[in-house]
């Protein structure tokens, strides 16, 4: 079954660095999401992407956010200058196969990348 | 803006056992989906069941079924022949059913233990 790959597994950033995260969504699926979850909470949205462009995004996703999908493939979230409450595990998801059309297609999360900040 | 409700912050349940855990929702839209997704030490996020709003039967997968009560605006999620492997988080999720707002809106969970 197609997956979603998110790299790397753990990055590790010093506060004030300027950190990537990596995502490749499951081919042909036309919308994709960030979300985060810091340790111990619920999973929060961060902003999804359709079409090229920002659909929605939540309060959390402020300037220091950015995302892109630079080659038709992979779909990366950027933070400009972590701070340390920018520590979280951060998923990548994507969802709506081209050919189902839009009825009920679950959201299929990748593993995650765990984001220190030091 | 939506919520979604875990009241229960763990659960546990003898292997075998049936296990229920309850989500409630707050919306005032009339068409949605509901989720279910669980989270196991290996920290990926796996789907375990959907619901429709406007679908009143309501959604089973295998040893996994729910119950939607649309007026209460609770989404119980049962469990039954428990298994060692079903030990994980569980958040219940909501999402709008209108074109452009996808977002998932997650409870806080409930973390259920298997007790062998």
């Known amino acids: 079954e197609p997956e979603v790959t998110q790299t790397p597994s753990h990055q590790v950033t010093q506060m004030g660095q300027e950190v990537i995260l990596r995502c490749v969504p499951i081919s042909n699926h036309l919308y994709f999401y960030w979300y985060r979850q810091i340790l111990g909470q619920k999973v929060e949205f961060l902003v999804s992407?359709?079409?090229?462009?920002?659909?929605?995004k939540s309060e959390i996703f402020d300037d220091q956010f950015s995302v892109e999908r630079p080659d038709g493939s992979n779909f990366t979230l950027k933070i400009r200058s972590t701070k340390l409450e920018d520590s979280a595990m951060y998923f990548c998801?994507?969802?709506?196969?081209?050919?189902?059309?839009?009825?009920?297609?679950?959201?299929?999360f990748g593993d995650g990348t765990r984001l220190s900040i030091l | 803006a939506q919520t979604v409700t875990q009241s229960q912050p763990e659960m546990s349940v003898q292997e075998a056992e049936t296990v229920t855990l309850s989500c409630t929702y707050d919306t005032s839209e009339s068409d949605y989906y509901l989720f279910w997704y669980k989270q196991p030490p290996s920290r990926q996020m796996i789907l375990v069941i959907r619901?429709?709003?406007?679908?009143?039967q309501n959604a089973t997968e295998n040893r996994f079924s729910v119950n939607f009560q649309k007026a209460a605006k609770s989404f119980s999620l049962k469990i039954s022949d428990s298994q060692l492997g079903d030990a994980a988080m569980y958040f219940c999720?909501?999402?709008?059913?209108?074109?452009?707002?996808?977002?998932?809106?997650f409870g806080t969970g409930t973390r259920l233990t298997i007790i062998p």
């Open positions: 998801a994507s969802s709506y196969h081209r050919d189902r059309g839009h009825s009920n297609q679950p959201q299929h």
């Open positions: 999720a909501y999402r709008s059913a209108n074109f452009g707002n996808e977002k998932l809106t």
């Open positions: 619901q429709e709003a406007y679908k009143q």
């Open positions: 992407f359709y079409n090229n462009e920002i659909s929605e």
